[in-house]
Nanobody, 131 residues
Framework: QVRLEESGGGSVQTGGSLRLSCVVSTDIYSVGWYCMGWFRQAPGKEREGVAAIEGGGGSTYYAGSVKGRFTISRDNANNAMYLGMNSLKPEDTAMYYC??????????????????????WGQGTQVTVSS
């Protein structure tokens, strides 16, 4: 079983920064065996992928809307993953979810941001950006 717990959300003004954290616990395989990612869902909208990172941290993937502003990273020794968010905009307001899947990240045919390819989810942390 994989358990994910997010923290670090909050309210900031446009142009501000936040850093989200996700603490991971696993029963069988070490966290380094899992592709990890961040998704978000705004009220009335579908969940969308934000960023993903391979188990070893060597490759990262970003949605076009956050590229250049957000940075995903991980610390496998401490079972943690992070999302640094800079230059925040009101359209970044959403509940942010940590996600994990065993093995490599799904990168073929746009699968990276398809929720059905991600088996494990956290409860979410709210990010609100005011103008």
């Amino acid at each position: 079983q994989v358990r994910l717990e997010e923290s670090g959300g909050g309210s900031v003004q446009t142009g501000g920064s936040l850093r989200l954290s996700c603490v991971v616990s696993t029963d069988i395989y070490s966290v380094g065996w899992y592709c990890m990612g961040w998704f978000r869902q705004a009220p009335g909208k579908e969940r969308e992928g934000v960023a993903a990172i391979e188990g070893g941290g060597g490759s990262t993937y970003y949605a076009g809307s956050v590229k250049g502003r957000f940075t995903i990273s991980r610390d496998n020794a401490n079972n943690a993953m992070y999302l640094g968010m800079n230059s925040l905009k009101p359209e970044d307001t959403a509940m942010y979810y940590c996600a994990a899947r065993y093995g490599s990240c799904p990168v073929v045919g746009g699968a990276t941001w398809d929720s059905k390819y991600w088996a494990h989810w956290g409860q979410g942390t709210q990010v609100t950006v005011s103008s």
